[in-house]
């Protein structure tokens, strides 16, 4: 039996649709999700996974590259501040910053590996972006099937970026301001490399930073306490800056008295709050009435030098920087209890795609009158009044009007004149440590002689001389007021003494400032705590004060090192 062998033709579109749509069969390659430790200093790897296509097998890969456009801080300047900078990721799209802000596509590979190096040059930290796709075999290539397989559709872009030292990638901060009842250095430190350090100045420091590469601009102490020119010099330094440079302040001793309206809608500018609240306060006019923060020039409103420290962005705009600001209070002679300063701690990480610097983590002291309108409680280290003599609450009172506290300046320097007069001295004769009765019966202090010291006594320099009243005869040796050391300073002229109006060494001021077992001279506990003899009073970083002439510019100090 013969067979049958039925000869059909090939019909190629019973196969293969004419509706065929290249990228639509291919099932597209994929970036492997980039991992950081794939990167170095000088070289991305990226991965990606294979292509398929039920018709063809592949016949190669093609990458293309593509780098950020224009300067550095072009990014920059397209971002919006006014979601301040930890939430910079609530207002960007999926498409910032724009496919216009990059560089043409380059194709930087082509062959059938699925994985490749791109060299970057050292240095230049900031990003790449990647995207691949799959292709068959040419048309001429191809045999049976479709014709012309072509190309897949690219994968979705990928961003990746070459690798800093750790010490670039995320830089420390750390300010602390000062003030008149707290004394301690006002200090500016980056990357653990001190900026600033001194404790012998009055006003406002002035940092500026480029938060390209954290480059300092500017640095500069500004008396806004004194000297209102200084204040407005300030004010117009600070607004030669753009969103492109990070601004620092930190007081030092005190700040407010002439701090103009001027200077305070430029911090407010730059994301102060607080700064304007407490400088309209002290200086020009009051603009802020509020019954629940007690800004009437009432409670610590009484006493100026309140330690301030800040750090904003010209145009984020009022209340959105990191401001710290403390009670104006100290401690009289605690040693063991710091006064409390404005600190304001934190890391600023590098954007490697904006190729900047930005602030996050950031930790500001603020003590809660301030922070809600709460006054410390009675009996506590800033309100030591005893709660028996609180007074009562007067629902008939209006509440503006109402002190909130009374603060309590625990300083040496504000309770040197109580001290004189509860020494019990009656110049030219100290007459203490007996008692004469109804009868005539004298009663001297049974105590040992070393136990007979008053509390000005035992900060100056030993006991007083003691005379009985009766006959003005000495009871107990030791030394008249006017034999003591510096008895003018002590008790006047260390209202207006400062490290520039007391000369050399201090001596048109006193010979004995801050000497081994004097306290009341001593460094940061005296009657003047401003005045050391300590050689590390003073240390500026970069720039050298010169009064009468400019600054020393330019500053060779920066985080990023850069090549390209």
Request: hydrophobic share 40%.
């Amino acid at each position: 039996m013969k067979g049958w062998v039925l000869l059909l033709p090939l019909v190629r579109a019973a196969y293969f649709p004419v509706s065929y749509n290249a990228e639509e069969t291919w099932q597209r390659p994929l970036m492997q999700p980039w991992d950081p430790l794939r990167a170095l200093r000088g070289s991305i790897m990226v991965t990606w996974t294979p292509a398929w296509n039920p018709w063809c097998s592949v016949d190669r890969y093609e990458l293309q590259v593509r780098r950020p456009r224009g300067p550095p801080m072009r990014f920059a300047d397209m971002e919006s501040l006014r979601y301040r900078e930890a939430d910079i990721d609530a207002q960007e799209v999926e498409t910032w910053p724009g496919d216009g802000e990059w560089e043409p596509w380059s194709t930087e590979y082509v062959g059938v590996g699925r994985a490749y190096t791109l060299q970057v040059q050292v240095e230049t930290a900031h990003a790449a972006q990647f995207r691949i796709r799959a292709c068959g075999r040419p048309e001429s290539l191809a045999g049976p099937g479709p014709v012309g397989v072509g190309c897949s559709a690219w994968s979705p872009i990928q961003t990746a970026y070459t690798l800093v030292s750790a010490a670039q990638d995320k830089v420390n901060l750390m300010v602390r301001g000062m003030g008149m009842n707290a004394p301690d250095y006002a200090h500016i430190e980056v990357n653990r490399r001190v900026i600033y350090r001194r404790r012998d100045e009055t006003g406002l420091v002035l940092a500026i930073f480029r938060r390209l590469d954290f480059s300092l601009q500017w640095l500069r102490t500004y008396d806004t306490h004194r000297n209102r020119t200084e204040a407005l010099m300030m004010a117009e330094q600070i607004r030669q800056y753009n969103a492109s440079f990070f601004v620092v302040v930190a007081s030092t001793i005190a700040w407010e008295w002439q701090a103009p309206r001027t200077l305070v809608q430029t911090m407010e500018f730059c994301g102060a709050y607080h700064f304007g609240q407490w400088a309209n306060t002290f200086a020009e006019q009051i603009r802020y009435r509020s019954n629940t923060s007690d800004l009437q020039q009432t409670a610590s409103q009484e006493q100026f030098g309140h330690p301030y420290a800040f750090i904003g962005i010209p145009g984020i705009g009022t209340a959105m920087g990191w401001e710290s600001l403390m009670y104006n209070t100290g401690h009289y002679l605690a040693r063991s209890v710091k006064p409390q300063q404005a600190i304001i701690r934190g890391v600023a990480y590098y954007d490697y795609v904006a190729r900047l610097y930005r602030l996050q983590d950031i930790s500001a002291t603020k003590a809660l009158f301030f922070l809600k309108g709460q006054p410390p409680l009675s009996e506590t280290f800033h309100n030591p009044v005893p709660q028996r003599k609180t007074p009562a609450l007067d629902f008939f009172t209006l509440v503006s009007m109402t002190p909130a506290y009374t603060p309590y300046i625990g300083t040496l320097r504000e309770h040197i004149t109580k001290v004189l007069e509860a020494n019990g001295t009656v110049i030219p004769y100290n007459f203490a440590f007996y008692l004469k009765t109804d009868a005539n019966v004298f009663k001297v202090d049974p105590r040992p002689r070393s136990w007979w010291l008053t509390e000005l006594e035992r900060v100056w320099g030993g006991a007083s001389i003691r005379h009985f009243q009766h006959n003005g005869t000495i009871l107990h040796q030791g030394q008249n007021f006017d034999q003591r050391s510096c008895p003018s300073f002590v008790k006047h002229t260390h209202l207006f003494a400062d490290p520039l109006s007391c000369g050399s060494n201090y001596q048109d001021c006193c010979d004995r400032v801050d000497v081994p077992d004097f306290p009341v001279t001593e460094c940061g506990i005296g009657v003047s705590p401003t005045l050391c003899q300590n050689p590390d009073t003073i240390q500026v970083f970069c720039l050298e004060i010169n009064r009468t002439t400019s600054w020393v510019w330019p500053c060779d100090f920066r985080i990023m090192n850069w090549t390209a």
